[in-house]
């Protein structure tokens, strides 16, 4: 009986250690057209009080990213999480709608939000996305100017560090990962094999790896922004590398070998 006990109490234990618990909404609204929504999750159990910290920092450090903070003086300012992101939000809404004039028939001429989701939470591996949104319009005819981002933040539960692709993959991976972005970036497009990327309508030959990193249970999506390897007018592409593909680059200590050792 006492062994069935600390079996379940184990089980019990293992799952308390981080579950994401239902999202917190912060929403600041008025009549004067100023629309601000920020969401976040947050974690229960006995690390929750560890990686909460984390997850709301890095949603303050992203604030600087909607474009309806980039263009004003609130961009110099350091924001420690949600609420205080809220706050400025807030107030470089109001202080561009005061500078360009709001009309009477614009029912929300500046919007911000910034909403983040638990993306994968397995294997001691907690991975969320951010998108973040801005829209302020502007002009006689009160045309939007609009723009926005996706980032992740890939956590590991147990030491509640940040990791990246340095973290993840065997030093040497930069080339033989570059070599995959490029074939998927011409799988996907259709790039005739006897033409090279930039005939194709890309800005390069040579795609970097992208800054933001999605660890899924199958593999890694790297995703770029606007205007990086393609046109501002065009969607920036996203880029799937299975983890068979890069079973040559994962290390036998990297917390990958988690999701697909098991």
Known sequence: MRVVGAFLLASVCSWC???PAAPIRLRNENLYGVGVLIKYPVVIGTQG???NPIIQRWIGDSCHESPVIRNTYLSRTTYHGPKDCLA???KACAALLSAVGS???AMAPCQAEIAANVELDRAGLLVIGLYNFGSI???FLAVPNESSNIKYLNLDTATGRALGLRDLLKPSYTAALQRMIAG????QFHVAADKTLKQAGFLTNDPPI???VEVLPDGLRLSYRVGEITGSSVAPPDVMVSYEELSSLIPKDSPLRRLFSR
């Open 17 to 19: 250690l981080a579950q």
């Open 210 to 212: 992208p800054p933001e």
């Open 88 to 90: 400025a939000l807030s």
């Open 103 to 105: 009309t009477l028939l």
């Open 137 to 139: 319009e502007h002009g």
């Open 49 to 51: 009080a560890a990686l």
């Open 184 to 187: 998927s970036l011409r799988a």
